[in-house]
């Protein structure tokens, strides 16, 4: 592209074929008296003869790149930069016995509810058709059962969090087996609170985050049933730090079927088992930090869900768009690997060789 003020002195261009035309064939044509030519034009020339034309189409070549760099190309390169305040997101999935249920269903086939979780948890993180993902966001992962395990620290590197929730399986040791509510949203509010509240980059340096808020989203089939915080308290922990709790109840409503071991065959079989969800602390726990429970009974509402908490918490993204130039008249540029010198550079060096020839291999003898 050129300075827009400049361009019109492209049209000196058109001067150029005046020039060649000038040079070339309108020259008045001399002659001489002589016997005879015929031995004359069985001669070859030679080289210089040949080459006669390239002293005047070097200075052509000059003065077309002066013209250029009078009308000032610039070459602009589009720089984008993304500010964002992005959310500190802490996922808490529940790993306990009773989430073997297959209670939910994955394309045509029943699963358990800790797949059915992965499945939309990846999505709510890495994005897909309904969800746009969480890019700019710092997300955490702890599972818990008796105990709380953190699986990812709160981090940018989404594709290495989704990674580490497919590993999770549902408790099979009666020991680890348990619902240790209470302490897992603990672990899950000192993940949050020791952030480092200073502005984050990504690999691209092309993302400045600042944490705007800090949300904890739970999901769980059960209640209270381990550890050493209540759940009630933990939550009052959570408003004191500004710390948003979204709960989820997992799990059809009534009943659910459940792979038991059958005493006498020894084989797996499902049993209808009751469904028992404290949606009451859940609900609580949740109200008290400003956040809201909702119940899944299925993979589409799980993902319905997701949606919901996606359109609540929303980064605000901001994106500055300025073009650098760099004038090609006087400065090297890059075309992919190739280094271009500058016009007027290449101007005064066709200038130069066209002189040199002039004065040597091509020069004219004058009486």
């Not at 034309?53 to 390169?77: D, E, N, S, T, Y």
């Not at 589009?78 to 016995?97: C, H, L, P, W, Y």
């Not at 404290?278 to 109200?287: G, H, I, P, R, Y």
């Not at 090297?332 to 002189?355: D, E, Y």
Request: aromatic share 8%.
């Amino acid at each position: 592209m050129f300075y827009t003020n400049s361009i019109w002195f492209l049209l000196l261009l058109f001067l150029i074929p005046l020039a060649i035309w000038r040079l070339y064939w309108n020259k008045q044509e001399t002659s001489i008296s002589f016997s005879s030519i015929r031995n004359a034009t069985s001669i070859s020339p030679s080289w210089r003869q040949r080459l006669r034309w390239l002293p005047h189409a070097l200075k052509i070549m000059a003065v077309a790149c002066i013209i250029f760099a009078i009308a000032r190309p610039q070459q602009g390169r589009k720089q984008t930069i993304t500010n964002t305040e992005g959310i500190a997101i802490e996922m808490i999935v529940d790993r306990s016995s009773s989430m073997q249920a297959l209670d939910f269903e994955l394309e045509g086939r029943a699963v358990d509810r800790l797949t059915a979780i992965k499945n939309v948890a990846e999505k709510f993180v890495l994005g897909n058709d309904e969800l746009d993902g969480r890019f700019s966001d710092l997300v955490g992962l702890l599972t818990f059962a008796g105990y709380v395990d953190s699986l990812a620290p709160p981090t940018l590197d989404h594709s290495y969090l989704t990674s580490q929730l497919q590993t999770a399986e549902i408790v099979d040791s009666p020991n680890e087996d348990g619902t240790a509510i209470g302490d897992a949203i603990g672990l899950a509010i000192e993940k949050l609170t020791n952030l480092n509240l200073q502005p984050m980059k990504d690999s691209s340096d092309k993302l400045d985050s600042e944490i705007k808020s800090k949300v904890i989203i739970l999901l769980t089939d059960g209640e209270n049933t381990a550890g050493d915080l209540e759940p009630l308290d933990a939550a009052d922990l959570a408003n004191t730090l500004g710390i948003k709790i979204y709960t989820v109840g997992v799990g059809t409503k009534g009943t659910a079927p459940v792979p038991v071991l059958d005493p006498f065959s020894n084989r797996r079989v499902l049993q209808m088992m009751p469904v028992n969800i404290d949606e009451e602390t859940l609900t609580q726990v949740a109200e008290k930090t400003g956040g809201k429970y909702f119940r899944a009974t299925s993979s589409e509402s799980l993902e319905k869900i997701y949606e919901e908490i996606d359109m609540l918490e929303k980064t605000d993204v901001e994106a500055s768009h300025y073009v650098d130039y760099r004038e090609m008249a006087t400065e090297t540029v890059h075309f992919g690997a190739i280094p271009i010198p500058p016009i007027t550079l290449l101007a005064l060096i066709l200038l130069a060789i066209a002189t040199l020839l002039s004065k040597t291999a091509f020069r004219t003898a004058t009486a």
